[in-house]
C-alpha cells in the first residue's frame, strides 16, 4: 500500500459521521479521543474525520495546523492498521476529536497515533 492520505481515507456524509459520533467505540489517549465503527460501504479500508474544537482554539490557522499535524501522523503511521484491515475484510471509520487546549508538538502527535493504532488493532483481534 502507498503513503499517501488522498480523498478516499476521508470520512464524509453528516449522516455516516453522526453514526460514527454515537455508535463508535471509543478510545482516550490524551490529547485525543477517538471514535471507532466497522463499516461496510467504504471503497477504503480506514475512513477518518478529524475535529478540533473552536471553543478551544478560536483561530482558524490554529486549528488547521493541529488538523494537518494528525493527517500527517495518521499518513505515515496507518499502514499496520491498513493492511490488518485489508487481510479481514474489514472498513473501520475513525472520528479523531483533539481535546487539548494548547498546540501539541508534531513528535508528540506522532507518538500518540502509533500507540492508538496499536490498541485498535489489538481491540480488532477478536
Known amino acids: 500500500m502507498s503513503n499517501l492520505f488522498g480523498k478516499s481515507y476521508k470520512l464524509t456524509g453528516k449522516k455516516l459521521i453522526e453514526d460514527v459520533y454515537a455508535n463508535g467505540t471509543t478510545h482516550k489517549d490524551y490529547p485525543f479521543l477517538i471514535k471507532i465503527l466497522e463499516i461496510n460501504n467504504s471503497n477504503s479500508p480506514l475512513q477518518f474525520?478529524?475535529?478540533?474544537?473552536?471553543?478551544?482554539?478560536?483561530?482558524?490557522?490554529?486549528?488547521?495546523?493541529?488538523?494537518?499535524?494528525?493527517?500527517?501522523?495518521?499518513?505515515?503511521?496507518?499502514?499496520?492498521?491498513?493492511?490488518?484491515?485489508?487481510?479481514?475484510?474489514?472498513?473501520?471509520?475513525?472520528?479523531?476529536?483533539?481535546?487539548?487546549?494548547?498546540?501539541?508538538?508534531?513528535?508528540?502527535?506522532?507518538?500518540?497515533?502509533?500507540?492508538?493504532?496499536?490498541?485498535?488493532v489489538t481491540s480488532t483481534n477478536h
Do not use: G
Not at 107 to 112: E, H, W
Open 49 to 120: 474525520a478529524i475535529a478540533v474544537s473552536k471553543r478551544n482554539h478560536k483561530k482558524a490557522v490554529s486549528r488547521n495546523l493541529v488538523k494537518r499535524r494528525i493527517r500527517e501522523a495518521i499518513r505515515l503511521n496507518k499502514q499496520e492498521l491498513e493492511d490488518r484491515m485489508i487481510s479481514e475484510h474489514k472498513q473501520l471509520a475513525i472520528f479523531v476529536i483533539y481535546t487539548a487546549k494548547e498546540i501539541h508538538e508534531s513528535a508528540l502527535i506522532d507518538r500518540k497515533f502509533k500507540r492508538i493504532f496499536k490498541t485498535i
